[in-house]
């Protein structure tokens, strides 16, 4: 089993910049994807920002320019720096990742139990 923590949700004001961290810990084989999704009252969750095991991202296109996602692959571990925060960008943001099985044949798919992001002024 693996599990993910999320952490560095918080408080900013606009403009204002957070830093989350995704750690997962258990029995980690490969994450083929890591990636960030949001989710805002009321509303779906939406993926914000992905990272691939060969090095490629994508993001949603509200976040491009502003936002950053990285891994640590030693560490096991995956963060998004969000830069010039916005009334809209808060949510609750939520880690998920796709790790391969050692067979092989397909993935095996977890999520994080969610940071709170609040933009206030």
């Known amino acids: 089993q693996v599990q993910l923590v999320e952490s560095g949700g918080g408080l900013v004001q606009p403009g204002g910049s957070l830093r989350l961290t995704c750690a997962a810990s258990?029995?980690?084989?490969?994450?083929?994807?890591m990636a960030w999704y949001r989710q805002a009252p009321g509303k779906e969750r939406d993926l914000v920002a992905i990272?691939?095991?060969?090095?490629?991202?994508n993001y949603t296109e509200s976040v491009k320019g502003r936002f950053t996602i990285s891994r640590d692959n030693v560490k096991n571990t995956a963060y998004l720096q969000m830069n010039n925060l916005q009334f809209e960008d808060a949510a609750v943001y939520y880690c998920?990742?796709?790790?391969?099985?050692?067979?092989?044949?397909?993935?095996?798919?977890?999520w994080g139990q969610g940071t709170q992001v609040t933009v206030s002024s």
């Open positions: 998920y990742s796709e790790m391969i099985k050692p067979t092989g044949s397909g993935t095996y798919t977890y």
């Open positions: 258990g029995n980690i084989f490969v994450f083929r994807v």
């Open positions: 990272a691939y095991s060969d090095g490629r991202t």
